[in-house]
């Protein structure tokens, strides 16, 4: 069952086209890896998925419904976490703080996983603006994770992060889709896209192709040639 389903959405800045006809789905318990080149259109996809920024066309269905004007705090209340690239932390708070608001229903038990489960505990009560940028983005997925959306959309979560830090993140993500949550991430690591993804959409021109299982795309000529590099055999 698909969560999300965006179909054939254009978004245009200042007259300049971005997306021109992009379409994307989330089903629920799994990770699709929204991959593209800088510039593609992925992250104004995934801004208009979670309300952010508004379609000029198109249509979005959260669990099969329609929403005429869906908005960033609307659709939190529906379930969905966005995680932006930048960073959101309020600098004076802790992880600690910054996840107790973020699980609002659960309260401390689901704040306190949540820093156990990104490796936080020794900087939980440290303020957000003493934080590395790799226990900043633990710190924001440690938030997503205490507040269990129904839908995570991750715009570059590894972006200059480390190894450890990545390797924690992942395993966030992977247990948020084994409680059956859908998650979107979008990236450049492609090694490790492939490897964690269940499903492949590729962005090109603003346009989007679903490319099916990482195996699919790693085998799509198309993909192969254009983003990955590799050279095609026959």
């Keep these: 069952m698909n969560a999300l389903d965006v179909d054939c959405v254009g978004k245009s800045f200042r007259g300049r086209p971005v997306l021109t006809s992009a379409s994307l789905r989330a089903e629920v318990g799994t990770i699709t890896a929204l991959m593209g080149r800088n510039g593609s259109g992925k992250s104004t996809l995934l801004r208009v998925a979670a309300g952010v920024a508004r379609a000029d066309y198109g249509t979005i269905r959260y669990d099969g419904e329609v929403l005429a004007r869906p908005s960033l705090a609307r659709l ?111 990236g450049h690591d492609a090694t490790a896209l492939l490897a964690f993804a269940d499903r492949v959409t590729w962005v090109v021109a603003g346009t989007s192709h679903d490319l099916g299982t990482p195996r699919d795309a790693s085998e799509n000529d198309a993909f192969r040639r254009d983003y990955l590099g590799v050279p095609l055999c026959h």
């Design 76 to 186: 939190a209340r529906r379930g969905i976490f966005y995680l932006p690239q930048h960073a959101f932390l309020m600098r004076g708070l802790t992880p600690r703080q910054h996840c107790r608001m973020a699980s609002s229903d659960a309260g401390e038990v689901a704040a306190e996983h949540a820093i156990i489960a990104t490796g936080l505990t020794a900087v939980a009560d440290r303020t957000a603006g003493s934080l590395s940028g790799g226990e900043l983005r633990r710190a924001e997925v440690a938030m997503a994770l205490a507040r269990r959306p129904r839908i995570l959309l991750a715009d570059e979560p590894l972006r200059e992060v480390a190894p450890y830090d990545a390797e924690l993140l992942w395993s966030v993500f992977v247990r948020l889709a084994a409680d059956g949550c859908a998650v979107i991430i979008t």
